[in-house]
Each structure stands twice: as C-alpha cells, then as structure tokens.
C-alpha cells in the first residue's frame, strides 16, 4: 500500500494513548461520514479544519482505519470455474475452494477493521465487502464467524456460518471454544438444528425401505436383503449425528449385494433416495421451524 509522504498530506492525526501521529489526506478522512461531519462543523464555525487531529483510537487501530480509508479491500475473489454456467458451478464446489484463498482477509484482522468501519461510518460498499469476507472465513473458522456474526446482527452470516457447524457435536467444544456465541438464544439456535437434524435423519433412515411398496423386488433375496439392510439401520441409528451422511453409510452394504445384481441395484435405489430426502433436512438455522420448536 503507497503511504503518502508528508508533502502530500495536508492534516495529522494523533493516536491519544500511544501519543503517534499520522500524516493524512483530507480527502481520504472525507470518505467518512464522521470527519465529514467534524470537518464540516469546523467550517461553519471558526475552529480551523486543519492541524493536529486527536483521536482515542490505538497506534494499531488508527493505522488500521487510516488503510481502510486509503485503500478499501476488494471483495474476496470468486473461484469461478471455466464452463458455460461458471455461478452453477461455483455454487456445486465446496465452500472451501469457492474463494482465492490469498485473496480473503484473515479472520482475527476482520472484527477490528468491521468495528471501526461502524464506529467511523465508512462506505456502505466497503462494508459490504468486509461482511463477504467474513462470510469467505466461515468455513476456516465457523464458530469465531457465526459468534461474531450474532453478537453485531449479521443475521445473514451467521445463518451461513451455522452451515459449518453440523460437525463436531456441540458438546465436544470447550467452554472457552463455545464462550464466543455471545448469547444463551444464539447457543440454542444451534442446538435445535443439531437436535431438528438429527431428528429428522433418524426418522428417514428407519423409514426407508430396501423393496419399497415391493419396487425392485428380488425374489430370490428379498428376505435376506431385507434383513441385512434392517439390521444395517438399526445399528446405525442411535449413531446418527447432524451431520451424519446416512446414505453414504448405508451404501456400505453394496459390497454384500455383489453376487446379486438385482439386490445391489435396490439398493442403489434407496441410498440415492435416502441421499434426496436428506438434503431437504434444514442445514441452517435460517430454516428451522419458526416456532422454535423440534419437529
């Protein structure tokens, strides 16, 4: 970043507790709305616009603030593939190959530069542009994000974050992990999508019949198939987490059906329907039942 020298600054601000200065444009510190607003009761009255401007920020948070208004940072880039529809594609990759990972703002500087864009009300477009960062950061560290996102009213990025909070288990966290949800609501939040999904798996996967309604019957097979596949589910049920892929685990059957080609494929049949009923389970807390209640 080009830092400019004291010939082409025309004011200095002064970090109050560690007693630094910084040799500043005007025209940068009228990007916002605050020093627009002090520079234009200086002008009405007669206090001078110019000279030493005093602020109770830190040495690190002015330099911080002093960059974001100099040069604001771009949204993080998309990993867009090269096909004809590239936003289908980008949508289908996952979440962590979706961003230029050096083009992505490391989380433990966002809060900072988040806080001081609202404290000095800067442009709405570099706002934006440090929410899509922190919504690039969620899958790297979704618990820091959604409690961030909560405790300021990034409602929308914390449903986003809640996504990459299926695994591990909550009860798994520390205390001091789960200290950064900043509310005993935003904690619950996440325990009833645990808890809806979990839910939810169990009901499709004891459901979910090999021989639906007799479909794809092996007459051969059908009472041994049936056994194996019940015997299957029901071990696997009380394992079910929320993110548990019960399909995938249940796929692990096809090996046995190997001599049978009628068996295997019935069982293909009912894991990629057990696979479509799934990913209509809710995997945020932005569809959960609205009245807060399991169901």
């Known amino acids: 970043m080009d830092i400019p020298t004291a010939q082409q600054t025309d004011l200095v601000v002064k970090s109050i507790p560690d007693q630094i200065e910084f040799n500043v444009r005007r025209c940068d510190l009228e990007k916002s709305e605050i020093f627009r607003d002090m520079f234009a009761v200086c002008n009405q009255g007669s206090a001078s616009a110019d000279g030493v401007k005093t602020l109770a920020d830190s040495c690190y948070a002015l330099k911080t603030l002093l960059e974001l208004l100099r040069q604001p940072p771009p949204p993080p880039q998309l990993s867009l593939p090269d096909c004809v529809s590239a936003q289908e594609c980008w949508m289908k990759l996952p979440f962590s190959q979706r961003y230029e990972h050096d083009s992505v703002i490391p989380f433990p500087l966002l809060p900072g530069m988040i806080r001081l864009s609202d404290k000095y009300s800067l442009s709405d477009p570099l706002i934006r542009s440090l929410r899509s960062h922190l919504v690039a950061n969620a899958f790297l560290h979704p618990l820091k994000v959604y409690g961030f996102a909560r405790a300021n009213g990034f409602e929308d990025v914390a449903v986003e ?32 999508l645990h808890a809806h999904r979990i839910k939810k798996l169990r009901e499709i996967l004891l459901s979910e019949e090999i021989f639906p309604f007799g479909y794809g019957l092996c007459t051969l097979h059908c009472n041994e198939t049936a056994r194996m596949w019940n015997e299957r589910r ?6 079910v987490e929320a ?14 059906f190997s001599s049978c080609q009628v068996c295997r494929k019935a069982c293909i049949a009912a894991t990629e329907m057990l ?21």
């Open 234 to 239: 029901v071990q696997l049920a009380p394992k």
């Open 161 to 192: 974050a809640s996504t990459y909070l299926l695994h591990p288990p909550l009860a798994s966290y520390s205390g001091e992990d789960i200290s950064v949800i900043p509310t005993v609501a935003a904690y619950h939040d996440l325990v009833q």
């Open 275 to 295: 696979e479509y009923k799934c990913r209509r389970i809710a995997r945020t807390i932005g569809y959960l039942p609205s009245n807060g209640r399991v169901t």
């Open 243 to 256: 993110a548990s892929d019960i399909a995938a685990e249940m796929r692990t059957l096809m090996d046995q």
